[in-house]
């Protein structure tokens, strides 16, 4: 077991709410991972943040008209609030307006590494609108991607993940008046990746990442790196601290990984530690998780480790597990278009672990998936309704039957083989699932449910079976009790609230924040312990 683990999840835009394609994503793959690794006694931290400084927030507070801080004020707010709906807040989340800390430490370290002549200026060619007498970046500019021709801001394609700058998006035209913009040279900082090269490749090669992402690397590693932009001129923004530079502001795209060391300091300082971020980020034996949509990856797994490589006292990422987008009903979600499912509309219509549990057994892990609301319900109505509670039920009323709801003592030799195997192996493979360098959301849920299923139909026969021709039936009972108890334990992570639910009506008490994993040759339920006498269900037929 590693030392201590930190996990991150890439921060998202306060500039609307959070949709099921946000939530399949990065925030259901950092929180999964920080319950599990809680549940088996590691030190995890999971911080994450909004990008207040986000040139996209700006452009909607102009739609809505609300200037840029009340817009990133507010959605930070409803995001937040939707990650409480999904059990899915982080350990610490950092609203960047409300703490100075974050600014500071950006232009802290950006000082270090202008020092060091890590940043340095450069003439670039930078899109200018003439008509709205300006330079456009990121969310201004529209156009197609300059590698793969997909439709593309101005900043990374979503498709590819390549940059864009600099020189800008191909056909491109800008976001407020539409006209083309011409291309003019502009000074800007700049950090040159091409130094990093050698060190980032083997980096690559000793890292077990998400595949695409290492690919991704791969390929740009087999050519020159670019130089890669990150100061425009900009009134919206963290300033760059420079005298020569005012009116500049710093790129998020830039000054991302150190939100996340921003998030860690806050963390600390909340607990009454201000300076424990400098130990975690600092320590060789931490073991640094990214949680990204593949459109991050140039920053996650090269511009951010070149940066903190350059500054030479810093951990790189460990693990960087990415995932592809989420459509809806076939098509990419839109909020322009309101093609979309909020989830701070939908979680409250339906319990959160059910959405949890179908955006794991549906999450676009290897390759685009998609969400349709037939298949949900199906997933809720059979898989958990039917199928899942159903076993649950009936293991706890037959207990209640024949033994007056305490566990009869019994030889476990005596249990049928396929529950024993269960019990014993179960908690083995779901860590193979959870760990972060197999990590799979979908192997987990899959497995999860193939085992339920498989205990239903054992009990199933069980029942269906002649007094006459059945094993000893305290052995399958206990069996099935003991077997309730691990899958509650070991389903925490993806359904936290029906595990702790289950755990209580097993007669055990989770502990604050979770249920605790199975130990190998401990039982969850030991001879004589004693069970609720009915089981009351958490979901409902849709």
Known sequence: MPKRVLITCAPPNPNGDLHLGHLSGPFMGA???????????????????????????????????????TTAFRYTNRIEHTLALADMLPDYYEHPHREPRHDTLVQEHFLRLWESGVITEHEVPTPYCTTCDGFVYEAYIRGNCRSCAAPSDGTYCEECGLTQEPGGVVDGHCFTCGS????????????????????????????????????????????????????????????????????????????????????????????????????IWRDPQTELVHFIGFDCSFSHAVLWPSLLLGLGEYITPKYVISNEFYTLEGDKFSTSRGH?????????????????????LTAPEEAKSDFRLADFDRTVNTLLVRDWEGWAASVVEL?????????????????????????????????????????????????????VRSAAEDLRRFQESPPADRVEAAAVLAAHAELLGVIAAVSGPIMPTWSRHTWRQLGLAPRFHDVPWPQQDRAV??????????????FQTR
């Open 31 to 69: 929180d999964v991972l920080r319950k599990y690794l809680a549940a088996r006694d590691v030190p995890v931290t999971y911080v994450a943040y909004t990008d207040d400084h986000s040139c996209y927030v700006p452009r909607r507070g102009a739609e809505l008209g609300w200037d840029a801080r």
């Open 180 to 279: 083309q913009p011409e291309i003019r040279t502009a000074s800007r900082l700049v950090v040159a990746l091409a130094p990093f090269a050698e060190r980032l490749t083997e980096l690559c090669e000793k890292s077990p990442w998400r595949q695409r992402v290492l690919d991704f690397c791969t390929g740009l590693l087999a050519r020159e790196l670019p130089v890669v932009p990150i100061s425009r001129v900009a009134d919206y923004g963290i300033p760059v601290p420079l005298d020569a530079w005012q009116g500049h502001i710093l790129d998020t795209w830039f000054s991302g990984i150190f939100g996340y060391i921003a998030a860690t300091a806050a963390h600390g300082a909340a607990l009454g530690k201000p300076d424990e971020w400098r130990d």
């Open 340 to 360: 979309a499912i909020w989830g701070s509309d939908f979680l409250r219509e339906v319990p959160s672990d059910a959405v949890r549990f179908h955006l794991c």
């Open 399 to 451: 207990l209640a039957k024949e033994h007056g709801s305490v566990v009869p003592e019994t030889d476990r030799a005596a249990w049928p083989s396929t529950i024993r195997t269960l019990v014993e192996q179960l908690p083995l493979e779901l860590a193979g699932h959870l760990e972060p360098a197999t990590f799979s959301l979908r192997g987990a849920a899959a497995r999860l449910l193939e085992a």
């Open 525 to 538: 339920l030991p001879t004589g312990s004693r069970i609720a006498p009915e089981y009351r269900r958490m």
